[in-house]
DNA sequence: AAACATTTGGAAAACGTTACCCACATCACC
DNA sequence: GGTGATGTGGGTAACGTTTTCCAAATGTTT
């Protein structure tokens, strides 16, 4: 039982079996040209006679992996985890298999994990809101084909996919605006790198939130806290902002688990949403829609993001030479339990 | 800006520059035996120089890849996250690069990934809840090491990395005893595959629980709802509990989802959480601990699990036959607000 | 029937690394 | 000054594929 496993079938064992070449089996594996149907139905039936499945390192050190690295900053985001459905769901019945690298956050972890991913000659890399510095994505995407999802600004050396953060945050503005409130706050995550400030969505967030506030003639009830995109973040900016002299009506957190950790501290505070205070996510996490929760909130579709990533990828990787694309998704409002008119 | 990557460095490539052997400087990279401080001072200046980076794939064919493969069931599972801190903890300074593949519930799909990972040489494997067949794994782990986790029963072929189901059952019981419950229901998942089934931690905790309700002489008072480890299961177990002749008066759910599922039909049946029932989770995940849940649930110290498996995953790497060990960690009880005394 | 195109199958050379050997130099010890 | 032991470095054959030819057979057109 314990014996150690015999060597294992190649293309050659495959081969003697079927008494053709190797190359003729390495034609029928990737369904090259060159085989005839005859020749296809021996190799075949020789394959499945003896079990035989190819060598990924042979393979990636000739032609292709078959592997497309996914790299996400932190597993425990219930939106990642949407976008990675949407890969695995697009990719499913394609040769390509799926591997992804534990949460890396931080640039020298993210470093890191590319370099892993490049290393093993993957067919091509899908890069979730990634910090790196622009220059050193555009040299990935030069070598190894590369989608870069939730981070704007476009490129001419990898596609991308966004959602339209702006447009998210005037959609929780609107809405508040809609119920009576003027006061209305954001809590942001602060961004200290000057070169990504522009691209990342939390930034974009915030710029909407203004942005909308002026729309609406309220620039002087902008009010910002700036934190961190975390639930500790959001417990800290809601504090703050509760200690103003004027206090907002309603918050507009910059995430689902910002607003988790706000609804914290709101309770601490002898207050009651909605009837204090209003509160809106984004993300529209499985969290936002669960019961007792139940918060109002952005909703990104990640699984489309996530399709739409793959479906580019698969397509680059076809035809490395073509123009890159920008993707960009509209966000929708889920309204809930945790926003309600001014009394 | 655009223009196509040149080609990669290589060994040959910092060989020539070196001027010493393509041995040598595979001597280096590996800290093999045979070379000198001088060498190893030349060959690494060269590297540095160069920008040189193994290619995984070449390595693969002859050696190893540094690569190790994580399957798990299911990425939305905060438990599942923890383990896979306590992994990347124990080898982040390691030689080792981890690599997961998303989302792989059902047999087929858990075979479609073991056999990825094989296929891609990977040094060592570690398997979270598998559902495969013993008879399987035990073939995996032939020509692969590997490491079992979260599934009981012993094996010669990989290391077990477990937690006590039975005990922690236990203090769910002994604890809702103590407060004064005598009908206390339990939500199991129920399982079909029969070789399988005392080896699944649900069954253990079934088990554990009605090994527990005996022991206080409360075997009249065992009842089971037969659901699935979800939230709807949780819903449909609560309800099929709360609709029998004389009620629980607490339940006992089998994973912290159900419990989330559990609560809600709760909440519908207008019952209030723990006046009129006491409710208990198992896997102490982040929204147990989150304030407006608070949920009395049984901790794994996902974390230390994780770190003991790759531990020893890496330490059967170097020694493949080595006697195969099973670490069985005790769970403890964090009790919080739904969970009271009987009135 | 000749000339040319297409299809079919295979031989052999990569791909980049490691493992196995062997050669040589140096050193210690009878 | 032999004789091993030890340290140091390199030559070369794998590893299992894919890719690039090339040759033979077959089909098609003039």
Do not use: W
Not at 93 to 116: F, T
Not at 165 to 177: E, K, N, R, T, Y
Not at 223 to 240: E, F, I, K, N
Not at 290 to 295: A, K, N, Q, V, Y
């Amino acid at each position: 039982m314990d014996r150690p496993a015999p060597r294992r079938v190649t293309i050659v064992d495959v081969a003697r079996h079927a008494q053709v070449s190797t190359t003729a089996v390495s034609k029928v594996l990737r369904n090259a040209y060159g085989a005839s149907p005859a020749m296809r139905l021996k190799v075949q039936q020789a394959i499945d006679d003896l079990g035989y499945r190819p060598n990924a390192a042979a393979r990636g050190l000739r032609g292709q992996t078959y592997t497309i690295g996914v790299m996400l900053p932190e597993l425990r985001n219930l939106f990642f985890a949407d976008i990675l459905d949407g890969i695995t769901a697009q990719l499913g019945d394609s040769v390509y298999q799926v591997l992804l690298a534990p949460g890396c956050n931080g640039e020298k972890a993210e470093a890191r994990v590319i370099d892993a991913m490049v290393d093993r000659s993957m067919d091509g890399l899908i890069l979730i809101a990634p910090v790196s510095a622009k220059a050193r994505l555009t040299e990935v995407a030069r070598h190894t084909p590369t989608v870069v999802v939730g981070r704007h600004g476009s490129s001419t050396a990898y596609d991308t996919v966004t959602d339209d953060d702006i447009a998210g945050a005037a959609l929780v503005v609107d809405h508040l605006v809609g119920l009576g409130h003027r006061r209305i706050a954001h809590i942001e995550h602060h961004e200290t790198d000057r070169v990504r400030l522009a691209e990342m969505p939390n930034t974009q967030r915030a710029n909407g939130y203004r942005q909308a506030m002026t729309a609406h003639g309220l620039e002087a009830e902008i009010d910002v806290a700036s934190t961190s995109y975390t639930q500790a973040g959001g417990y800290l900016g809601a504090q703050q902002l509760l200690a103003r002299p004027n206090p907002p009506t309603a918050i507009f957190a910059g995430a689902d688990v910002v607003a988790l950790g706000a609804m914290e501290a709101i309770a601490e505070a002898g207050l009651t949403i909605p009837g204090d205070i209003s509160l809106a996510g984004y993300d529209n996490s499985a969290l936002a829609a669960f019961g007792p929760i139940s918060l109002t909130s952005v909703d990104q579709d990640g699984r489309q993001m996530g399709a739409d990533a793959a479906r580019l990828l698969v397509d680059r990787i076809g035809q490395r030479d073509r123009r890159t694309a920008q993707i960009t998704l509209s966000p929708t409002l889920v309204t809930r339990r945790t926003t309600a008119a001014l009394p």
